[in-house]
């Protein structure tokens, strides 16, 4: 288990800060195809289901490849598998401008997708730079990354209008390939790998690392992070086509007004930390998660046009979301989900700190499958149902069945296995078999008398 850091190490901040900035980059490239994607769409005459197929690849490859980085991470430090997943993503980037047909690019973007494995490695790598009750924020900073699908949405359509789509391909490559040098650079092995060195320790086999997936609680928190994330990434790839359709919009206006929703589903995030650590992770997935389920249902409401027999004849009348209404609805949800997608990853250094790479890594992996799934559910539902709203109706189904599995869990545990804690705002840490252990609150820190009324939200529930 890592051990209580209580003065910050030296290259801390650069740990922290060169992280985000390089998730961002990934984030972005991870994402391209939702702009570009559009172009393509119309060179090679895709249907919807094709289409979501194309952007959803990327996710299923950097969703399939987090649990084994985050494995590699716990193993050999974030640092080098950090670069190394920026290198591979650049290379795949550069050569998707050799893509020809549609089976070609769906090959290429398998390549692509390795750029969104860099959030197992970055939470594993800046985990280990903070001490429990400040790993919440760290993870909240680090997580508004997410940005990165806004980045590609403000300036991929503008670059793509002027110099084509290869051009954007070109440039998210470069930028990763400088990410990765300054990353090498200007970033420092994490300490508990430097401490593991000079003892002479030997990393863990994959065996141990795996322990914890046997644990149900790790699935409930994958089924979590499928919807915040999955839906997150899901929408971002699919709103500038949405706002195309339904509203008739050119692509730059798509992709902007497609970044108002990015934006605040990823800096928000911090915000999510910020009051994971204060209130218990809890709490905040029952805000995300009723928040969500009004707006996902606000949102699944289709354009629907009534005849009602008056006195003096039929009165006809249309009930339909407008552009204005459906933006705001979009931005509400995107922040519901920020807060969420921080509350899951406050759980898992608390409940499992010495396994942050291996779990984070499968709950990634699930949350990220649903960012590839999503978008062809999208697609299949527009080419079957025929109903552009279709999209947030399946996204309520989900949020709603994650409500519902989330209350009872916790009412089970609270008064079943645990009768005393039916009234506590905290539930109490796990180990990896999944036996619950009493809460112990952590010393207090130096200079303190240890009676401050004010008790700190260390716990993920």
Known sequence: MPARIDKAPE?????????????????????????????????????D????????????????VRLMLGVWTDQHGGRVVYVGVMVSAAIA????????????????????????????????YVSRWYPIEKQGTALGIFGAGNVGAAVTKFLA??????????????????????????????????????????????PEPLSAMLVPL?????????????????????????????????????????GLLGAAYSIPAS???????????????????YWTFIGSVICTFLLAYPATKYVVAGIRGPIEFTIA???????????????????????????????????????????GLIGGLGGFILPIGFGAMNDIVGVWTSCFMLLFVIVAVSLVWMHWSIIYMDKRRVPELARAQYLPAADVFGQ?????????????????????AVYAD
């Open 267 to 285: 800096v928000f995030r911090i915000l999510g930390g910020t009051l994971s650590d204060k209130y218990g992770a809890r709490r905040v997935m």
């Open 321 to 363: 979301i407008g552009f204005i209404p459906f933006t705001i609805l979009t931005f509400a949800l995107g922040f519901f989900m920020s807060l969420g997608k921080a509350a899951v990853y406050k759980h898992i250094p608390v409940y499992y700190p010495g396994r942050v790479g291996s779990v984070g890594g499968v709950v």
């Open 11 to 47: 290259g801390q901040d650069a740990a922290l800060w060169l992280s985000t900035i390089a998730f961002t980059v990934c984030f972005a490239v991870w994402t391209i195809f939702s702009i570009i994607g559009i172009q393509i769409k119309k060179d090679l005459g895709l249907n």
């Open 93 to 124: 980037t550069w050569l998707l401008t050799f893509a020809y047909d549609f089976i070609t690019f769906l090959i290429a973007a398998l390549g692509v997708g390795v750029a969104g494995g860099s959030f197992a490695v970055g939470i594993a």
């Open 436 to 456: 619950v252990l009493p809460p112990k609150p952590l010393a207090p820190p130096k200079g303190s008398s240890g009676r401050s009324k004010k008790r700190t």
């Open 214 to 254: 046997k644990n149900l609680q790790v699935w409930r928190f994958s089924l979590y992070y499928f919807f915040v994330f999955g839906g997150f990434v899901a929408l971002a790839l699919w709103l500038p086509r949405y706002y195309v359709g339904v509203y008739g919009l050119d692509i730059v206006t798509a």
């Open 49 to 64: 289901t094709q289409f979501g197929l194309l952007i959803g690849t990327p996710i299923l490859t950097g969703s399939l």
């Open 157 to 202: 359509p503008v670059i793509m209008v002027a110099f084509g789509w290869k051009m954007v391909a070109n440039i998210w490559a470069a930028g990763l390939l400088v990410m990765a040098v300054v990353f090498w650079f200007g970033t420092k092995d994490d300490p508990e790998l430097e401490k593991r060195r000079k003892a002479g320790l030997k």
